[in-house]
């Protein structure tokens, strides 16, 4: 490893360490321990020094379940300091902020949008927005932080409860700058889960020929939550891009649980599930990856509404786990591809 590297690898461990769910490692850790039978320092000296090898998280080594696999296999897999430094060569500082702020991204991609949404500042301005937001047919309105991530700084209220004067006071008491109308999502969907809207994450990639390449597609699925994320204890499936079937078995982002084959609550089997709009969903994420070249590499939240599929965001640092650990597989070489063709490299 060259000197550099080991320098940046080293501040991104204190990152990680600073940054750390301790709770969650403790588990990880114990599980790996009880799975393996490796003592406690023969585990974490793995744990650090796969950290440098492969340039991963600290805790993706248990997610990856790099305690079972070979140095060969371990090669293959996506990390977290691979991941960061891919986002900035195709994600620039520059231009992703597009894709951080809510507010700018609802602005930019107006056209691939269904549902109202709103600002702080049209709250108080009482704007058609503002009245378009408090009247929509579904009742409820989601109040959000626009610079919030994994469904965290969200609420969801009964319009009725509010007019703009209350709104303004209540969004701005929580810190929230944007509302949108709550989204009522397809009855295929709704079925398989009506806790929460559940999205369709679809990854793009544009070439070296500014054409757009798909790399992969999950759905993410709610239980007994209004927000799909993994990190809030939902599941996830890999999605058939062919024919927009789920395919094979639903994953949790907690490695004690084991994977199931049927919706924990509606018990649905996930395989081959059918997931509606599916060729209207691509050519809608197609479209808006060519909107903003400048964002080569981007992960799409597809909403799929009676209407039609929608964007409910797009992700510069769409999430290596999500794409990597319901096919069981790394894909590094995915990205290796990518990075070959452009003249910056990692």
Request: overall charge neutral.
């Amino acid at each position: 490893m060259k000197i550099r590297d080991f320098i940046k690898r080293s501040k991104y461990l204190v990152y990680y360490f600073k940054k750390m769910d301790w709770p969650k490692y403790k588990l990880f850790f114990s599980y790996a321990r009880k799975q393996t039978g490796r003592g406690f320092i023969s585990l974490f000296c793995d744990n650090i020094r796969s950290m440098y090898k492969y340039n991963i998280g600290v805790i993706d080594y248990f997610l990856f379940r790099f305690f079972e696999k070979d140095p060969a296999e371990r090669a293959r897999w996506v990390g977290t300091g691979y991941k960061y430094e891919y986002d900035l060569v195709m994600n620039p500082k520059s231009t992703r902020d597009v894709l951080e702020n809510k507010i700018k991204f609802y602005e930019a991609y107006e056209a691939f949008v269904l549902h109202a949404v709103c600002t702080l500042d049209d709250i108080q301005n009482r704007t058609e927005k503002a009245r378009i937001i408090l009247e929509n047919p579904s009742g409820k309105i989601v109040v959000k932080d626009s610079l919030g991530q994994c469904g965290w700084d969200v609420e969801i209220i009964n319009s009725a409860d509010y007019d703009h004067e209350s709104l303004f006071k209540y969004m701005k008491s929580k810190g929230f700058d944007l509302a949108e109308e709550f989204i009522v999502q397809h009855p295929d969907i709704n079925r398989l889960s009506d806790s929460g809207v559940n999205t369709v994450r679809i990854i793009s990639q544009v070439n070296k020929d500014n054409e757009v390449e798909i790399l992969g597609a999950r759905m993410r699925i709610s239980v007994n939550t209004w927000v799909d994320n993994l990190a809030s204890g939902n599941i996830a499936t890999s999605v058939d891009l062919e024919t927009g079937k789920l395919n094979g078995l639903g994953i949790y982002s907690d490695i004690t649980k084991d994977r199931v084959s049927a919706h924990p609550v509606s018990g649905i089997v996930l395989d081959a599930y059918q997931i509606p709009l599916w060729e209207e969903s691509l050519d809608l994420v197609k479209r808006a990856a060519l909107h903003r070249p400048e964002n080569r590499a981007v992960g799409w939240d597809v909403v799929l509404t009676e209407k039609g599929p929608e964007l409910l965001e797009g992700n510069h640092n769409w999430c290596k786990i999500l794409w990597q650990i319901p096919i069981d597989t790394g894909l590094k070489h995915v990205l290796e591809k990518h990075l070959a063709e452009l003249p910056h490299r990692i």
